[in-house]
């Protein structure tokens, strides 16, 4: 009987702590979940390898390069063009370029929501609409 008390109690701790620590973390963007935040780093992440190709490949080639080219020339090593939901795309304007990151927008139910990111050549992240 002893035991068993003591494993409900465990349980009820156990319950508590998940509660008020695991559940409530902070997110890593405002409005998003906690489990996101993975993601979200890896977006980040993959937006800043673009860019860094993008301005390797315009600073040997004098212009900007879509995003299949930029994969398939072997400028950048990434081998999809998104992520969880993500998709990645670069618009070019002469020799300046925007790469941005997108992902559909959550129900209207959802308390969740997916930010857009974009990053040009100063390789500053930013949230778009």
């Known amino acids: 009987m002893r035991s068993l008390v003591g494993l409900l109690v ?36 993959d937006l800043l390898r673009i860019a860094e190709a ?15 080219e930029l994969m398939s020339s072997g400028s950048l090593s990434m081998t999809r063009s998104e992520r969880d939901g993500y998709s990645y795309s670069v618009e070019c304007f002469g020799g300046e370029f925007t790469a941005a990151a997108h992902h559909s927008p959550a129900p209207a139910s959802s308390p969740i929501r997916y930010p857009n990111f974009a990053v040009d050549a100063t390789m500053q992240i930013h949230e778009i609409d």
């Open 10 to 45: 465990c349980a009820a701790l156990f319950f508590v702590v998940y509660q008020i620590f695991l559940k409530k973390m902070p997110a890593t963007d405002q409005g998003t979940a906690s489990t996101q935040a993975i993601t979200l780093i890896g977006v980040r992440s």
């Open 54 to 68: 993008e301005r390797a490949y315009i600073a040997i080639n004098g212009h900007c390069t879509p995003l299949d």
